[in-house]
């Protein structure tokens, strides 16, 4: 616990030293970036609030690429992210048992499809400043690209051969 404790006032201290430099380093978005985010969505008819499915998202995208590009470059250079963007709709989705009963179902959010661009651009762009800047743990696994349970396993099984 002390370690923890300890880990995270050096990462506090490393990035308020650093946070200009850090916030800098995240560069704004080309139409090619985007255009590539909108490709990778699954094509579903289910919408959101706003009623545009993914499928029509990649339609009209060669329409409304620069201007998406120039809203999510507004976002980050501005590090607000727009009230709008926050609100999904909810369904319930009957699991099984008695359709009566409230705890046989579970609540499935839906988000608008420009939500879910807008927080794999923050995400990609969080995440490579991170790891370009050191500051997560090399021991952390848990949804890190080319990093699993076996790499975990392996690193632990080696430390254990070392000992």
Known sequence: MLTTLFQQRVYCTYLRQNLSQIS?????????????????????????????????????APYILSLLTYIFNKVL????????????????????GDTTE????????????FSKINEKIIYKRLYNCLNDNNILVGDRY??????????????????????
């Open 24 to 60: 800098s380093s995240m560069k704004l978005n080309s139409t090619h970036e985007i255009n590539t985010i909108i490709h990778s969505l699954k094509c579903k008819d289910s919408y959101g609030y706003d009623e545009i499915s993914s499928r029509i998202l990649k339609i009209s």
């Open 102 to 113: 409230f705890s046989n179902y579970r609540p499935i959010p839906l988000l608008i499809s």
């Open 142 to 163: 848990g949804f890190r690209e080319k990093l699993s349970t076996e790499t975990a396993i392996h690193t632990s099984k080696q430390c254990i051969i070392i000992i």
């Open 77 to 96: 250079s501005t590090g607000t992210f727009p009230e709008r963007l926050k609100f999904s709709e909810v369904r319930s989705l009957f699991k099984k």
